[in-house]
């Protein structure tokens, strides 16, 4: 239901609302205050791991739109951090966020993909 501004409504009971909360465990990789980063519980690559900003965001847009300039500092910095360690940036990796019902989001809370480990082949797969 959207917001009286247009903007969509946050649910605050989507899965990783819970994980930050603490009602849901998660596999932790790191925490700051700005964001916290997880391994995906099914993950599609050797390395799979989410990265979320703490604040209640629905996609990149809306985090971009609304969120203030320390939480988008903050929470790319923290993107970096995982990356380097994790010891992903030599081999190299892919960061990727799924916006909306054709982006495939199915978590409506901010979050990017770490996928690495293995050659990732095209950017985008075959339809289907
Ligand atoms: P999306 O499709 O929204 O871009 O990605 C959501 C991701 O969240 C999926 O890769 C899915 O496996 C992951 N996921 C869903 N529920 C949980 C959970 O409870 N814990 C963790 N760690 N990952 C989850």
Redesign the pocket.
Known sequence: MPEASGRPAYDDTN?FAR?LRGE?P??RVYEDAFALA?????P?APVHV?VIPKGPYLSLSDFGRHASEAEIAGFWRAVATVTAQLGLEDAGYRAL??IGQDG????PHF?V?LFAGRRLGRMVPASG
């Open positions: 899965v994980i849901i998660c596999k997880f391994h995906d519980i099914a599609q989410l966020t799924n495939g989001q199915e978590v979050h993909h």
